[in-house]
């Protein structure tokens, strides 16, 4: 495989699932004209199909199939290929939808209609993620900050040696970069462009989408006021040690 100038490998294949063929053929004329081999499916059971066969490196789903369930198919595919990137269409601008994908297993999403520029920018970041990802280094099995116990290979997360939490491909990459920089505030952009790729308005949505997300699986705030993850107001965010279903006052 080739790699661009700008660090992303040539020829990588892009999944796309449309049920719309119009549309689907705008989707792979984008991503050839990309420098991507476009795979395309118009039902959930080919995309399974091509996911197996073609072994792409990222996934564009609409969630509006017909007939099918772009939902189940998100959800499908992550427990098929945890590490593989999806990227989810919808015309569902509403608050719900967004999180349900996210919740489901999508890493990112654009909303119809939606500009042709975004949308590769979008597809080139993640696909650049997916190649920079580190491979797991078998010599380091966890990552420990203060009561929490990140396991890097199976994703699941420990609070106190108790609760075992698993966690999505967002929710995953944005706890260990936070337990990475855990004597630091990290700045909202550096959160952006190390975890997903990028750094604009709509990655910040997802950012907050996905913090808010994985704070309610942490019971973060809530019964025995425990806080894990704080924002600092126009900064970013802090990690802070939890020892015995608490977090201390002095940041990690």
Request: hydrophobic share 40%; aromatic share 4%; charged share 30%.
């Amino acid at each position: 495989m080739k790699t661009s100038e700008n660090g992303i490998g040539q020829g990588a294949k892009i999944l796309i699932v449309d049920d719309d063929r119009d549309l689907l053929s705008l989707l792979a004329f984008l991503v050839e004209q990309a420098g991507f081999v476009p795979v395309t499916a118009t039902q959930p059971a080919d995309a399974i199909e091509a996911l197996g066969r073609e072994g792409p490196s990222v996934a564009i789903v609409d969630l509006n199939l017909r007939p099918g369930d772009g939902f189940e198919l998100v959800r499908d595919l992550r427990r098929l290929s945890p590490a593989l990137p999806i990227l989810v269409l919808t015309g569902r601008a509403n608050e719900d939808d967004k999180v349900r994908a996210l919740d489901t297993g999508a890493d990112d999403y654009v909303v119809k209609p939606f500009g042709h520029r975004e949308l590769v920018a979008r597809i080139k970041a993640h696909a650049r993620r997916a190649e920079l990802d580190p491979i797991p280094d078998k010599k380091q099995k966890f990552l420990e900050v203060g009561g929490l116990r990140l396991d890097l290979e199976t994703r699941a997360l420990e609070i106190n040696g108790e609760e075992e939490l698993r966690l999505t491909g967002n929710e995953f990459r944005l706890l260990e970069y936070l337990m990475r920089h855990a004597t630091s505030i990290v700045p909202a952009d550096a959160l952006a462009r190390h975890v997903w790729g990028y750094d604009d308005a709509p990655a910040r949505e997802v950012i907050r989408v996905t913090v808010h997300r994985l704070r309610r699986k942490l019971g973060d705030g809530g019964a025995g006021h425990r806080k894990i993850i704080e924002t600092i107001p126009g900064v970013g965010l802090r990690l802070r040690p939890v020892t015995a279903g608490r977090t201390t006052e002095r940041s990690v």
